[in-house]
Antibody, heavy 122, light 107 residues
Framework: QLQLQESGPGLVKPSETLETLSLTCIVS??????????WGWIRQPPGKSLEWIGTVYYSGSTYYNPSLKSRVAISIDASKNQFSLTLSSVTAADTAVYFC???????????WGQGTLVTVSS | DIRLTQSPSSLAASVGDRVTVTCRADQSVGAYLNWYQQRPGKAPKLLIS???NLQSGVPSRFSGSGSETEFTLTISSLQPEDFAIYYC?????????FGQGTKVDIK
């Protein structure tokens, strides 16, 4: 059974982290590269709807939400069976639950991590 | 960006009721429309992909239909575990976008 698990700091203090949020999604139950799948990040501010952040292919190709593109980087590490999100110049508006998910053919999100709340506050 | 508008934003229904949620796109998304269920404190769960494809393990009381700009999610007989928020999502345009959600409450 495929499982995804987000990891990273729950609190980001801009003054201490150069305003950068970094999260990792650990994939278990299948090889992140052998299945030729896409892998995505989605976020949900408290009480609000969902926002697609970006997607990475097992080859390393990336696809980003244009509204976040200047601040986002998503990478994949097949040796560790994980992929990562970096969001720079964060503000309180980036406070949200961040989810990682499998994104087959970039059509839909079928397997999700449980999500991790990231609060941006000084 | 393609805007998805769900209606109603919330509804109250009883166990056994037939419930319909509508998702309207401000431009055609073809058949690239998906539905998710989210229970409090949980990750969204994919119910229906590409308009009408029921995911494995999802009860047959859930169904989806529509095309181009108007889509519906129907729950034929509401069960206690169906009280949740439902979201539509389009994967036709970039960025992929979600509707604002429809909360299904107990009457």
């Amino acid at each position: 059974q495929l499982q995804l698990q987000e990891s990273g700091p729950g609190l980001v203090k801009p003054s201490e982290t150069l305003e950068t949020l970094s999260l990792t999604c650990i994939v278990s139950g299948d090889s992140i590269s052998s299945s030729a799948y896409y892998w995505g990040w989605i976020r949900q501010p408290p009480g609000k709807s969902l926002e697609w952040i970006g997607t990475v292919y097992y080859s390393g190709s990336t696809y980003y939400n244009p509204s976040l593109k200047s601040r986002v980087a998503i990478s994949i590490d097949a040796s560790k069976n994980q992929f990562s999100l970096t969001l720079s110049s964060v503000t309180a508006a980036d406070t949200a639950v961040y989810f990682c998910a499998r994104h087959p053919s970039r059509f839909y999100f079928d397997y999700w991590g449980q999500g991790t709340l990231v609060t941006v506050s000084s | 960006d393609i805007r998805l508008t769900q209606s109603p934003s919330s509804l109250a229904a009883s166990v056994g009721d037939r419930v319909t949620v509508t998702c309207r796109a401000d431009q055609s998304v073809g058949a690239y429309l998906n539905w998710y269920q989210q229970r409090p404190g949980k990750a969204p769960k994919l119910l229906i992909s590409l308009v009408s494809n029921l995911q494995s393990g999802v009860p047959s009381r859930f169904s989806g239909s529509g095309s181009e700009t108007e889509f519906t999610l129907t729950i034929s007989s509401l069960q206690p575990e169906d009280f949740a928020i439902y979201y539509c999502q389009q994967s036709y345009g970039t960025p992929q976008t979600f509707g604002q959600g429809t909360k299904v409450d107990i009457k």
